[in-house]
């Protein structure tokens, strides 16, 4: 009975995380996958593509699920924030600072290729900074939240 | 507190639909836009060398073409610029499309002995080409290639054979001068009038013809000139002066020595 008693409150607690973050993790993998799908062909062109996304995505659903595991504590946000964070060093990262350069061979001759993505590296930027924005706001209200029920 | 964290919540999904969709159709656009470079046409004269390239651009996107700059750099082969031609459009609106040709002209003002080398010698001209354009008015795209293009000379290897002479009467013989060379231009036939002159040991003028050519892209011309001259003038050597008339170019005089 005691043992039972135990078990259900650990379920109801953790059954409902795993499920969300498992949710999570399948719907941020798959932009991931479907990128890498449409860049398969051009592989050679980004040979770096492939190892940078890997370690990125990686590293973003660690951070994503650990908040998922943390929800109702300060360290919710505080991944939250380093998952702004990785998103935008990654982002600067592979857009190359916003000017993206490459080489390809077509017919024996090399074509260079510039596209300058500073706007939209600029906006990716933005969205980080309002995410860990977000975030630090929140766990203002969180503490201050706290700190009133206590007084309470 | 609720409010602002709301408001950013809703910022952030925002921007981000806004970039994944301008992402997506950027690159739907981008892969339905068509461009192509037609058959180039070539005009020599004593001045310049024109090379015409139409372009044509079929942008079936859902976004603009700002700002299409083509710059089109030819060096020679020794990597000296010949000339630098831009074409400008401001713009190519979405399902637009745009004909238009880009100009390379050379200019030959620094000597004839330049035109005199292209006319006869095979060379290679160095091309360096860029492509500019902003892409939906915020993404400034470049793309750029360098290429070796052979330039093949209308008249090459330009030789006259042994001039012998036809007796015609007592104070007039017919000199016969052969002439060949090969026609290795790409672009255009030499078709037009050639004159010639002979003259004597002493440079003086003896006798001219005219003679047509219609000489089609790498194929050769081996052919005779005859020219009525005065006997008492004739010194068994001089020079023979050739000007070329032709839809193509001008050029002459070319001097080959005989005898």
Redesign the interface.
Known sequence: MVEKKQTKPFARKFVPKIIKAALLLIITYLPFYFLSVFIEPYQSFFPWYAPTTDLFAAVFMIFLVAGVFTSGTIYQYVFGVARALVTMIFSIYVLNGGIVDLVVP?EG?????????T??LA??V??CL??I??NV??A??FV?TKGEDKEL | ??Y??RA??W??KI??I??IV??VTSVYSAMNVRMSLGQPQAFVSSEFILISVPLFVNNAGLYDLSEINMTVAVMDYQQSVLSTSTTFVPLIPRGGNLETTHNVSMSLEDGTSKLLDYLFNDSVFILDMSLKLNFAH??????????SVPWGAPLYNFSIGQVSYNFLNLTHQEAIIPVSFENHSPYFSVDGVMRVEIFNDNGELFGFSMSDLNVPSHSSYIGQTEIAVDVSRVTGGGEVHFYFETSAFSAGPVVIPYG
């Open positions: 077509i001759a090399s074509v260079n290729i510039m596209v300058d993505l706007v939209i906006m990716i933005l969205i309002l995410g924005g977000k706001v929140q203002i209200d201050s | 507190m609720r602002a964290v950013l919540g910022a952030t921007l981000w806004l970039i301008f992402s915020s993404v400034p795209f470049r793309v750029s290639t360098n290429m």
